[in-house]
């Protein structure tokens, strides 16, 4: 599986966009790009997946390069709530067991 | 629609006891894996199942650890003789069979092991 690489935190304002970018060079053909977001003491979430270009969710935004060695994770508009560590992964497609390999992930800390 | 349920959410134990934790995936997902998360740091696979077979184990996985999924619905994960180096959040987490597009996998709650 391709290694990740995410800057370990981030601040930002309520209100504000937040971009977290990912970089992911040694990604497969037939691998995708997933994004999950872990609260405090809870299970991670599955935020969002895509394979090329843009794909947009109600909770973000998943921008990937026609080379696809990087991402952008974008959160419109974050509120407090959004605080959380968000994980960029990289998955098989067909013929995966579903296993994840996490990294740190980024700390994202939205201020009032 | 229930998600994956994990209990007991929180256990506190003496060094040498054993534990359990129990998962109850999502119904009908076939696949279910248990991962372990200390502070500051992702989530570590320690094994999955396809039903009730146990697939793959992470060298993590020492021979105090076991898990089972005697009827390829709900699972366990026994720790024998803790160590304090076991405190940590458990996960378990389901998935449908893949669909060819990269499987998306739901975690629980997690269960918190405390070894003192």
């Known amino acids: 599986l391709a290694k990740t690489t995410q800057p370990i935190s981030m601040d930002s304002y309520e209100g504000q966009e937040v971009n977290i970018t990912c970089s992911h060079n040694n990604i497969a053909t037939n691998d995708y790009i997933t994004w999950y977001q872990q609260f405090p003491s809870q299970g991670p979430r599955f935020i969002i997946q895509g394979y090329k270009t843009k794909v947009t969710n109600e909770v973000a935004s998943l921008f990937i390069p026609a080379d696809r060695k990087s991402s952008t994770l974008s959160l419109p508009r974050v509120s407090l709530s959004d605080t959380a560590v968000y994980y960029c992964l990289v998955v098989h497609g067909s013929g995966n067991t579903g296993k994840l390999i996490f990294g740190q992930g980024t700390t994202l800390q939205v201020k009032p | 629609d229930t998600g994956v349920s994990q209990d007991p959410r929180h256990k506190i134990t003496k060094r040498g006891q054993n534990v359990t934790f129990r998962c109850d995936p999502i119904?009908?997902?076939?696949?279910l894996y248990w991962y372990r998360q200390t502070l500051g740091q992702g989530p570590e696979f320690l094994t999955y199942f396809q039903n009730e077979a146990q697939l793959e184990k992470s060298r993590l996985l020492s021979d105090r650890f076991s898990a089972e999924r005697p009827k390829g619905s709900f699972s366990t994960l026994e720790i024998q003789r803790t160590e304090q180096g076991d405190s940590a959040m458990y996960l378990c987490?389901?998935?449908?069979?893949?669909?060819?597009?990269?499987?998306?996998?739901?975690f629980g709650e997690g269960s918190w092991l405390t070894v003192v």
């Open positions: 119904s009908e997902h076939n696949r």
């Open positions: 987490a389901s998935s449908p069979t893949e669909r060819g597009n990269g499987n998306t996998i739901y």
